[in-house]
């Protein structure tokens, strides 16, 4: 069965543990329950799922969301190679505002993680050929997206890549710092 826990220093990002059943054939995994999310608190209702290849080690996707009325929830599982996968509270008045979660996803160890609203989601590949899978409760939608220079100082990312090595779209290289960004979202107390 699913299991699901917080990532320190959030409450409101987990980590999905997912059972795989392997043998001779390949194997079978049950990726997502809704009675297990809705027990863990999450009721997420999903309406696009998106795939992405990154064909190179080093590849830099992010630091992406979207804005109301458009904000997305993710889930996020990779199903070739293996990412880090890093997640910034840019919730305003949070009193982890401005900080980051890094978790190692991949086909390996078929681990998923839970994106709420009001995070800046972004990962870089550690293998080439890397296939990264996500859930989303909302449609994309280009005029509600923002971002994050994924490698502000103030961040304190440990990316396993340098700014010169990084593989960037253009968009990616001049998103604002967090210093300079406008968030849409406030944080309204509990988790």
Same mark, same amino acid.
């Not at 989601?121 to 005029?143: N, R, W």
């Given at each position: 069965m699913l299991q699901i826990e917080a990532v320190a220093p959030f409450q409101d990002v987990k980590i999905v543990r997912t059972p795989i059943f392997r043998d001779a054939r390949g194997f079978f995994s049950e990726t997502f329950n809704e009675k297990?999310?809705? $027990?863990? *608190?999450i009721e997420a209702v999903f309406v696009q799922d998106n795939h992405a290849c990154s064909r190179a080690k080093g590849v830099v996707r992010g630091l992406h969301y979207q804005v109301p009325p458009k904000a997305q929830d993710k889930l996020v599982r990779v199903a070739r190679g293996a990412i880090l996968d890093v997640v910034v509270d840019i919730r305003v008045g949070s009193p !982890?505002? *401005?900080r980051h979660a890094a978790v190692t996803l991949s086909a390996e160890n078929w681990l998923q993680l839970w994106i709420p609203q009001g995070f800046a989601h972004g990962y870089c590949t550690l293998e080439p050929d !890397?296939?990264?899978i996500y859930k989303v409760t909302d449609y994309y939608a280009p005029e509600h997206e923002g971002g994050l220079l994924w490698d502000d100082p103030a961040l304190g990312i440990p990316w396993p890549v340098t700014g010169s090595d990084a593989i960037l779209s253009d968009k990616d290289k001049r998103l604002p710092r967090l $210093?300079?960004?406008?968030s849409s979202f406030v944080y309204t107390g509990g988790a």
């Amino acid at each position: 069965m699913l299991q699901i826990e917080a990532v320190a220093p959030f409450q409101d990002v987990k980590i999905v543990r997912t059972p795989i059943f392997r043998d001779a054939r390949g194997f079978f995994s049950e990726t997502f329950n809704e009675k297990v999310f809705r $027990a863990s *608190g999450i009721e997420a209702v999903f309406v696009q799922d998106n795939h992405a290849c990154s064909r190179a080690k080093g590849v830099v996707r992010g630091l992406h969301y979207q804005v109301p009325p458009k904000a997305q929830d993710k889930l996020v599982r990779v199903a070739r190679g293996a990412i880090l996968d890093v997640v910034v509270d840019i919730r305003v008045g949070s009193p !982890t505002y *401005g900080r980051h979660a890094a978790v190692t996803l991949s086909a390996e160890n078929w681990l998923q993680l839970w994106i709420p609203q009001g995070f800046a989601h972004g990962y870089c590949t550690l293998e080439p050929d !890397t296939e990264v899978i996500y859930k989303v409760t909302d449609y994309y939608a280009p005029e509600h997206e923002g971002g994050l220079l994924w490698d502000d100082p103030a961040l304190g990312i440990p990316w396993p890549v340098t700014g010169s090595d990084a593989i960037l779209s253009d968009k990616d290289k001049r998103l604002p710092r967090l $210093a300079d960004l406008k968030s849409s979202f406030v944080y309204t107390g509990g988790a």
